[in-house]
Nanobody, 128 residues
Framework: VQLQASGGGLVQAGGSLRLSCAASGRSVSRYAMGWFRQAPGKEREGISCMSDLDGRPYYADSVKGRFAIASDNLKNVVYLSMNDLKPEDTAVYYC??????????????????????WGKGTQVTVSS
């Protein structure tokens, strides 16, 4: 499975971006996918994950109410809509996936090793 994240860029504070993560190489019927980010000098954090096991998206407190995860199963694409962006959202954003959803959405965002496939990151820069 190959994952390709796109949609990053430079945006002013208060603006919006939508990231896309396209999966190719294998069709997925039940799965888990997530978005992670790593800011300079910080550890990578799980910000939003979605597992077919529980169907309830997880959001980190730092993005709750501003970001939304959604999927298009026909296209094998997962989106992360980001609104009201803040300078502290500046980071490299990664998408990751597991072909079988063994765990909850919360688990996947809090335990990176649950996700088997990772895409290259896309840079998001929010200017003040």
């Amino acid at each position: 499975v190959q994952l390709q994240a796109s949609g990053g860029g430079l945006v002013q504070a208060g603006g919006s971006l939508r990231l896309s993560c396209a999966a190719s190489g294998r069709s997925v019927s039940r799965y888990a996918m997530g978005w992670f980010r790593q800011a300079p000098g910080k550890e990578r954090e799980g910000i939003s994950c979605m597992s077919d096991l529980d169907g309830r998206p997880y959001y980190a407190d730092s993005v709750k109410g501003r970001f939304a995860i959604a999927s298009d199963n026909l296209k094998n694409v997962v989106y992360l809509s980001m609104n009201d962006l803040k300078p502290e959202d500046t980071a490299v954003y990664y998408c990751a996936a597991s072909l079988v959803a063994y765990y909850s959405s919360t688990y996947y965002c809090q335990h990176e090793n649950g996700l088997d496939y990772w895409g290259k990151g896309t840079q998001v820069t929010v200017s003040s």
